[in-house]
C-alpha cells in the first residue's frame, strides 16, 4: 500500500504533500491577513483625530498604508487563493493523487515565505517601504524608500506564482480522472483555471516593470525618468498585471461561492455553461481594462474610451454570476450554515462594490474622484471584504474535509454577522468624502469629516473584531471540534467521497467520474442521506 | 462510515501511489533558500553600501542554488520516471516567458514611438552595430537547424547521431554568446555606448540583456541534455524535446531583437 505518511516536523519542512502545502500557505496567509489588520486598525486609531499627527507620524502612516496594501493582496488574497484553496482542493476535485509537479509545488511555497521574510524587512529596517503598493516612479526611485526590498518582493512572489500557474495548469489539463470532462469540473477549478491563466500571462509584465524600476534606481537607466523615458510606462506595465490581480482573486472566489451556494441551496448551479464562459470571458477581458487607472495621467484619449468599454463590459460576465447565483437560490431548500451565510452576504457586498466599479470606469465620473476615498470605499467592497469574507466562509466549508473536525457554528455565526454589519458600514462614509473630492492617502484629513471617519473606524473594528472572532474559531475547532463525517453538507461534489481528512494518497485509486458535481434533485440523489452517493462518486469495477 | 465509501473509491485496489512518488524532498527548501540569498546579497551591496558582505553572500547563493538544482535533478533520475507531462508544462511556461519579453518590447515601443529621434542624438556613430547582429542571427537560426536535426535522429533511434547535432547546436550557441559578450565589450569601452547613456542604450542593454541570459539557461539544459542522452529511448525523450522548444522560442525571440532593436534604430525607420 505505498510508503507509509512521513511524520514530525520534517513531513511539514520537507513535504511535497499539496494538502501539507495547502496548510501551510493557509497558515502562512492567514499570519499576512492579521499583519494587514492590525496595520488597518493602527490606522483607523490615527484618523480618529484625522486633522493632525496622532498616535503614529505621518511619515509612518505612508509605510502602514504600503504594507497594509501589499500584505493583503499580495501575501493574503492571491496566496490563499492560488496557494490554499487550489492545492487543497484542485487534485481532490479532479481525481488525482497530487499535482503534476509536487516538487515544484513545494518550491512555489518556500519563495511565497521568502517574499515574505523581504516584505517583513521592508517594514521594520530603515529606508522603509512608503511608496504605496504600487512603487509608483519617480518617488519610488528619487525617495528615501529602500525600493530594493519592494521589487525582490515581487520577483520572489512572482516566481512562486509562475511556477503555481505552470504547475496547476498542467495539472488541470494532464490529470483529470478518467471521466472528469471539462464541463463536469467544479465551478471552483474553473475559476482557479482562469486565475493561473491569468498569473502565467501577467505576472511576467509586472516582474519586468518592477525589474526596470530596479536598474533605475541602481545603474542609472532611463526607463521612467523625463529624460527620455517615461514614468507612465511604469504605471502601464504595473497595472496590465495590477488590474488582472483582481479577477485572479475574483475567479476562484466566483468558483467557490457557487460550489457553496449549489451544496446549501441543495440545487443544480444555474446555467453551469454561462458560468463558465463568464468566467473565461473575464479571464481574457481582464486584459482590456488597465487603462482605467490611468485616465487622469495623460494617456490618449481613444485610449481612455477604449478601456472605458472594457472595463464596462466586463460588468457582463459578473453581473451575469450574480444573477446565476440568484437563480440558483430561487426554490432552493436553503440551509443557512456559516459558509452559507458567508456566501450570501458576500453576493451583496459584492454587488455594492461592483457597481461602484462601472460608476468608477466611466471617464466623466472617474476624472471627478480619481485617487479619492471614493475609489478606497470601492475596492475595500469589491475586493477587500467581499473576497476576503468569502475566503473566510470557504476555509468554513471545506474545514470538515480538512481537519476531520466540525468548526463551532455560532461562534461561526456570531463572526460573520459582526464581519458583514461592520463591512457594511465601515466604508460607506468614503464614498461621500470621495464625491467632495478628499484625495486618498492623505495622513491629515480636513477636521469637518471627523464625524464620518469616525463612524467609518468605529465599525472597522467591528468587522476586525468579526475576522478576528472567525480566526479564533478555526484555531480552536482545529483542536477541539467535533469530528466530522465524511460529507456533512451531503455535497455530490468529488472531494466530499473520501474519508475526511483525506487520506494521504488521496483515492485508493483513481475514480471513475459518470456525472457531475451539481446533480442535485435528480432521483438517485434524492434524500438527505444518499445525496452523497449518487452524483460525482465514482464507479469502477 | 460513510455510504459514499463503500459505494465508490475504497472498493477499488491497486494502482496505489502512482504519481505521488515524492513526499518528502529537501531540494525545493534548499533551491528556494539559494533563491532567497541572491536578491539578500544585492541588498546588503547596493542599498546598504556593504558590498564585500554582499559579494560574499551571492557566492553562497550561487553555489546554494546550483547544488539545490543539482540534487533535485539527481532525485528526479534515481527515480527514473518519465512521465512525459513536462512538454504541456514547457509550451504554457513558454506563454509566460513570451509574456516577459512582450512587456519589454511593449514598453520599448512605448517610449520609440513617440519621439522625435530615435536612437537619441547622443548615439555613438555606429550603433547599433547591424553587422555584428547579422552574424549573430546566423549562429542562432542556424542552431535551430541543427537541434532539430538532432531531435529527428533521436525519434528514429539514433542517440549518437542526436549527441552530435546537440554538440554543434552547443558550439553554435556559445559563439552567440561570446560574440555578444564582445559586443558589449565593444560598445562600452570603444564606442562609449553604455547602458544609462540614453533610453535607446538603457532598453538595448536590458533587453539583450534578458536574451543573452535565456541563450544561457537554454545551453545549459542542452548541456545537461549532452550529458543525459544515455538515458533517451526512442519513446522516452522528453527532456530533448522540452530542451528543443525552449530553445526555438529563444530564436525566435531573438528574430524579434534583431528587427527592433537593431534594424529599426540602424535605418531609423519612420523618421
New interface residues.
Partial sequence: MGKPEPTGIKAWIFTTDHKKIAVLYLVTSLVFFVVGLLLAIIMRTKLLVPDREFLISNELYNVFFTIHGAAMVLFWMIPVLLGFFANYLIPLMIGAHDVAFPRVNALSYWMYVGACLIAVLGLVLPGRLDIGWTGYPPYSVTGPANTALYVFAVHLLGASSISGAVNFITTIITLRAPGMTWGRLNLTVWGIFGSFIIQLIGVPVLAAAVTLLLFDKYLGTHFYDTNGGNPLLYQHLFWFYAHPAVYVVALPVFGIVSDIVSTFARKRIFGYTSMVIAMMIITVLGFEVWVHHLYVAGTLNWSRIVFMWGTILIGVPTGIKVFNWLATLHKGSIDLKTPMLYALGFIALFTIGGITGIANGLVGFDIHVHDTHWVVAHFHYVLALSMSMLVLGGIYYWFPKMTGKMYDEKLGQLGFWLTLVGALIAFFPHFMMGVDGIPRRYAILPAEYTGMIRISSLFSYIAIAGFFITIWNYIKSARSGAPAPANPWNSLSLEWTIPSPPPFYNFEKIPVITSDPYEYGKPEGHGEEKGAVGGHAAHHH | ?????E??????????????E????????I???G??LI??S??MA??WGMSSIGMLLSGVAVVVLIGGLFG?TN?IYANKKDVG?SK??IV??I???A??F???F??YL??MLP?DNWP?LNTPEGVPPLGLAIILSVFLITSSFTIHIGEEKLEHGDAGGYKTWLIVTIILGALFALLMAYEWFELIHEKGFY??L??YS??FF?ITGFHASHVIVGLVMQIFCVLMTKSFTKEKHTLAKTTGLYWHFVDGIWLLVVSLIYIIPYFKVGQ
Fill in positions: 462510515m460513510d455510504s459514499a465509501m459505494h465508490g473509491v475504497s472498493a477499488a485496489h491497486g494502482d496505489h501511489g502512482h504519481h505521488h515524492v513526499e518528502l524532498s529537501i531540494w525545493p527548501l533551491v528556494s533558500v533563491g532567497f536578491p539578500l544585492f541588498i547596493f542599498p533535485w532525485e507531462l504541456v508544462a504554457i511556461f506563454l509566460s516567458e509574456a516577459l512582450g512587456g519589454l511593449g514598453g512605448y517610449s519621439a537619441p547602458i544609462s540614453n533610453t538603457t532598453f536590458t
